[in-house]
């Protein structure tokens, strides 16, 4: 099934006389491809037919209110960052319950950002500075005299962000089987 959606997205670009690339090209620069906004799964490179997203991508393949949402994005860093150095952290009354919330923050950055950031490279960089900012976070952290140190929340932040980009990853595929065809 897989290969016969792929020999029919290639069939479509060959019938318009463009090649994979230049459809590849068109997409990632935002360009109207068969007015149908076609981004790329971000974690298996497979290709996605989007329609316009209600809230998220437009027709054009562009992010609807992208600076409300770069907004929301910088103060959910903000909240991640207060509460990672605050001296009165959320309890979760569970064992270990500190590292499902760094799962959880993590993730839902990731997710968020995942969801406005379309193009792979991109949300590299964006995973790459999530887990930068928690290990950072966690040597701060070890500076204060009423936080400590572990490498487990870490490996928590880091997990998080795979998890959130994973997510991403798949709203975009349950997307696309359920988005009408072009």
Known sequence: MIEGAR??????????????????????????VRRTARVIACCSMRWVNVTAVPGIVTTEGRVRFLRL????????????VYLSLTPHPIEIPIEQGDKYGHVLAYAALMFWYALMYLKRRDRMRLALGFVFMGVALEFLQGLTNYRTFEIGDMAGDSFGVIVGWLGAAG????????????
């Open 171 to 182: 709203f975009w595929q349950a997307w696309s089987r359920h988005a009408p065809p072009p």
């Open 7 to 32: 020999r029919l997205r290639q069939e479509r670009a060959n019938a318009e006389g463009q090649t994979k690339n230049q459809v590849k090209d068109a997409m990632l620069s935002g360009g109207d």
């Open 69 to 80: 949402r770069q907004t929301i994005g910088v103060l959910l860093i903000g909240l991640v």
